[in-house]
C-alpha cells in the first residue's frame, strides 16, 4: 500500500522493505563483511542505505567523506559502520540539498565531523523550511559554501561539488571524484520512479532539465553514479544512462502538460492523466506522485 511523501519520508518504507534479506542475501553479506545497509561500489567509495536519500561514503586513510546524512536514527547506523572501516573523523560532510532525508543526520554526526560543505542555497532553504518546526531546535547547517563550483585536491583525487541551476530544490550540488569516476546526485534522479519536484523549496523542472544535460555531457560512459531515490536498492546507483531517462521524464512531463493546456483543458483536468506517455513504467513511491508532478509542471508553466 503506498502512502502520502510525509509518511514515506517519514518511514521511506522502500528502503526498510529493501532491508528484508532472503537467507542467499545474508549469507553474501556474512561472506563480503560489509557492514549492514553497505555496498562497495568502486575501490574505496561507495553507498549506505536505510531510510531517506541514499548517501555516499569515500574512505581513504589521509581523508574521509561522507554525502548526506539521512536521519539521525540510521544516520547513527552508518557512524556505527563507518567505525569498521575507519576510526578517522569525518573531514568532510556534504548537504546535496535541504531536504530533511538528506540533513538530519548532520546533527547526530557533527561532533564527528570537521567541517560541513553544500551549495550556498542549502542552509537557506534548511532554515526556512524548519523554522517553526520542532525540528528547528536540531538543524545543523553547512559552514562552507559556493555557488557553481567547489573544488578540493586528496591525494590524486580531485573532488568537485557543481551547482548550474534549480532543479529539484533551488540548492542541489552533484559531487564528483574525478580520478575514480564517481559521482553522486543527490535528489537530482529519482531512478525510474517519480520524481519529488520541491517548487516552493526553489525548484524549477527546465532548470532541473538543463542540469542533467550538463552532467551528462560531464560523466563518461563509465562515470559510476549513485542516486537520491530509486525502485529499489539495486537502483540507488548506475550510469548517464539513467541520468538521461531522468531527463527524457521530465521533459516528457512539460510537453504533455503544454499540450493538455494549449488543448484548453483545467489544471483538475491535466491531474486525471494516468501516465505520461513513453513513461508509463514509472511508478509512484508515494499516494499521487505521478499527480504532484503533473500540478508542479502546470504551475511552472503559469497555469491558473
Ligand atoms: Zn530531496
Redesign the pocket.
Known amino acids: 500500500m503506498k502512502q502520502s511523501r510525509k509518511n514515506f519520508i517519514k518511514s521511506s518504507a522502500l528502503l526498510a522493505g529493501g532491508l528484508i534479506l532472503s537467507p542467499q542475501d545474508t549469507f553474501a553479506r556474512l561472506l563480503s563483511s560489509e557492514p549492514k545497509g553497505f555496498k562497495t561500489l568502486r575501490e574505496n567509495f561507495g553507498l549506505f542505505f536505510e531510510r531517506g536519500?541514499t548517501i555516499g561514503w569515500y574512505v581513504r586513510n589521509d581523508f574521509v567523506m561522507v554525502i548526506d546524512s539521512q536521519f539521525p536514527d540510521s544516520v547513527a547506523n552508518f557512524l556505527t559502520g563507518l567505525r569498521k572501516k575507519t576510526p578517522r573523523k569525518i573531514d568532510i560532510l556534504f548537504n546535496t540539498?535541504h531536504?530533511l532525508?538528506?540533513t538530519s543526520g548532520n546533527f547526530i554526526l557533527k561532533n564527528n565531523v570537521l567541517k560541513i560543505v553544500a551549495q550556498e542555497n542549502c542552509p537557506i532553504l534548511q532554515k526556512q523550511a524548519n523554522e517553526g518546526t520542532p525540528r528547528e531546535s536540531e538543524q545543523v547547517y553547512a559552514d562552507i559554501t559556493f555557488g557553481t563550483l567547489w573544488k578540493q585536491f586528496v591525494g590524486n583525487e580531485i573532488i568537485k561539488a557543481r551547482h548550474y541551476f534549480p532543479a529539484?530544490?533551488g540548492g542541489d550540488a552533484v559531487i564528483q571524484l574525478e580520478y575514480l569516476n564517481v559521482a553522486h546526485m543527490?535528489?537530482l534522479v529519482f531512478n525510474k520512479v517519480y520524481p519529488?519536484i520541491?517548487l516552493e523549496g526553489g525548484g524549477n523542472i527546465e532548470g532541473w532539465i538543463k542540469f542533467l544535460d550538463k552532467c551528462i555531457d560531464l560523466f563518461t560512459r563509465d562515470t559510476l553514479i549513485v542516486f537520491?531515490?530509486g525502485l529499489n536498492e539495486d537502483h540507488l546507483y548506475g550510469n548517464k544512462l539513467d541520468l538521461a531517462y531522468q531527463r527524457d521524464y521530465l521533459s516528457a512531463l512539460m510537453d504533455y502538460v503544454k499540450k493538455e493546456i494549449s488543448k484548453g483543458k483545467s489544471r483538475d483536468e491535466i491531474l486525471l492523466a494516468e501516465a505520461i506517455p513513453g513513461f508509463e513504467i514509472m511508478t509512484g513511491l508515494w499516494d499521487d506522485a505521478l499527480k504532484m508532478n503533473l500540478n508542479a509542471a502546470y504551475t511552472e508553466l503559469g497555469g491558473q
Do not use: K, Y
Open positions: 536519500g540539498h531536504h532525508d538528506h529539484h530544490t543527490g535528489d519529488f520541491d537520491g531515490h
